[in-house]
């Protein structure tokens, strides 16, 4: 996992958020853990950090949320990110606390970093705002978290992702999927951003960024010469239609369970607020076509993650009582 934290080389005066997070969910039930460690700086500002754990249980309900916020970041040794005392986060593990919730986790993985923006140049362009990358696309985790309810979480065997992501501004409306634990394909996995940006005052089409695993090949999606995709999206799921590289074209659905996304705010570094409604329990139900060939399906009950940023506010998602910034 060839990657490294922006923050610590931000001047002074820029302004900038960055975050390092991972997640895990169960193979067996609607289980999932999501973890991150983010850095909010202002312009003219230090840099502040803050670590989120939401723990999802589509049998309860609502997901377990927390995050915690210090002044006290810094780059551990052979690590990414440290955020006050103990939570920390490297390319192996994961240690940390959290309001109620501690863990120690590591993860390992037999895949190269997903660098999602081709081409490579956009990482030193002006736009996008955000840039992002999965230094770990599919992983596997081990270790335990722990909740103060007396909740002992054993995470040996669960598959999920690393990802890092940073910038000097959200993009104006966002969507993040993953998906891994296809019933049909074991070692596929899915991984694409899609953002709308603001530009002269009007919002931009969708523009995908990401990549599909079948079989231990990757196969690009969106790009920004993609033509032909079509994304509805609300806080309980989307349809979408993706095309990809060599005529793959990806088309699909995923949905959240009721009442089991987490909501968060998130704050840009210059001003300005998104609420974020994330699951990491989601299904998704996904058919893939490879330039012209028979259509592969790939089906998941509670392998997926699904995610929207937003400006609006009458999602009907519950957000967590945690002020960003």
């Not at 289980?31 to 723990?55: D, Q, Y």
């Amino acid at each position: 996992m060839d990657t490294g934290p922006v923050f610590p080389r931000a001047a002074l005066r820029a302004g900038m958020y960055e975050s390092f997070y991972l997640r895990a969910v169960a193979p067996e039930e609607p289980l999932g853990v999501w973890i991150r460690h983010t850095v909010h700086k202002a312009p003219g500002r230090p840099a502040r950090g803050s670590v989120w754990c939401t723990v999802f249980d589509a049998r309860r309900g609502r997901p377990f949320m927390h995050k915690t916020s210090s002044d006290r970041l810094s780059v551990p040794p052979g690590g990414w990110i440290a955020v006050g005392a103990d939570a920390w986060m490297g390319p192996e593990r994961a240690e940390g606390s959290c309001g109620e919730a501690r863990w120690s986790l590591g993860f390992s993985t037999g895949e190269p970093e997903l660098r999602h923006l081709q081409p490579d140049w956009l990482y030193r362009a002006p736009l996008p705002r955000t840039k992002l990358t999965s230094p770990a696309p599919a992983a596997l985790f081990e270790g335990v978290l722990e909740l103060a309810d007396g909740r002992s979480i054993d995470l040996g065997g669960w598959r999920g992702m690393v990802g890092h992501n940073w910038g000097s501004e959200h993009a104006e409306r966002w969507i993040w999927l993953h998906g891994i634990g296809f019933e049909q394909e074991p070692q596929a996995w899915l991984d694409v951003a899609l953002g709308r940006i603001k530009l002269a005052g009007r919002m931009t089409p969708w523009v995908a960024n990401g990549a599909l695993s079948l079989g231990g090949r990757r196969h690009r999606l969106g790009g920004l010469g993609a033509r032909g995709l079509s994304m509805h999206e609300s806080a309980a799921g989307c349809r979408l239609r993706l095309p990809g590289a060599g005529g793959l074209l990806l088309e699909g659905s995923v949905e959240v369970p009721e009442g089991s996304a987490a909501g968060w705010r998130y704050a840009d570094p210059e001003g300005g607020e998104h609420d974020v409604v994330n699951c990491s329990v989601a299904s998704v139900q996904l058919t893939a076509r490879l330039g012209g060939g028979e259509p592969v399906a790939l089906s998941t009950a509670h392998g997926g993650v699904f995610e929207l940023g937003m400006r609006e506010r009458d999602h009907g998602v519950p957000v967590a009582p945690f002020p960003d910034g």
